[in-house]
Nanobody, 126 residues
Framework: VQLQASGGGLVQAGGSLRLSCANS????????VGWFRQAPGREREFVAT????????SYADSVKGRFTISRDNAKNTVYLQMNSLAPGDTATYYC????????????????????WGQGTQVTVSS
């Protein structure tokens, strides 16, 4: 499995970006996907997760109402639409996919994912 994250960039506060996470393999029913982010000097933190069929999503409180996670399984791609961006959203964003058997519908911990993309940098200027 190879994940390719893209879509990051520099944006002013209040702006929007859409991140993409492309999977080299076809989606299976085990493949929940999560987005995490890591700012310099800080630990990696959960941002959002989506179930394999897109029916269940969950968000960190800090992004709820501003970010939307979605997926297009025909394209093996998961998206993270980020609106109303703030300087506090500045970080490297990573997507991750779960391949082990499904035991839940939501996965918040990085250790629950099996494969990671390379990260894409998001910088929000004030």
């Amino acid at each position: 499995v190879q994940l390719q994250a893209s879509g990051g960039g520099l944006v002013q506060a209040g702006g929007s970006l859409r991140l993409s996470c492309a999977n080299s393999r076809r989606t299976s029913s085990n493949n929940a996907v999560g987005w995490f982010r890591q700012a310099p000097g800080r630990e990696r933190e959960f941002v959002a997760t989506i179930s394999w069929n897109g029916g269940i999503t969950s968000y960190a409180d800090s992004v709820k109402g501003r970010f939307t996670i979605s997926r297009d399984n025909a394209k093996n791609t998961v998206y993270l639409q980020m609106n109303s961006l703030a300087p506090g959203d500045t970080a490297t964003y990573y997507c991750a996919i779960r391949s082990r058997p499904r035991i839940s519908t939501r996965y918040y911990d990085a250790g629950e994912y099996d494969y990671w993309g390379q990260g894409t940098q998001v910088t929000v200027s004030s």
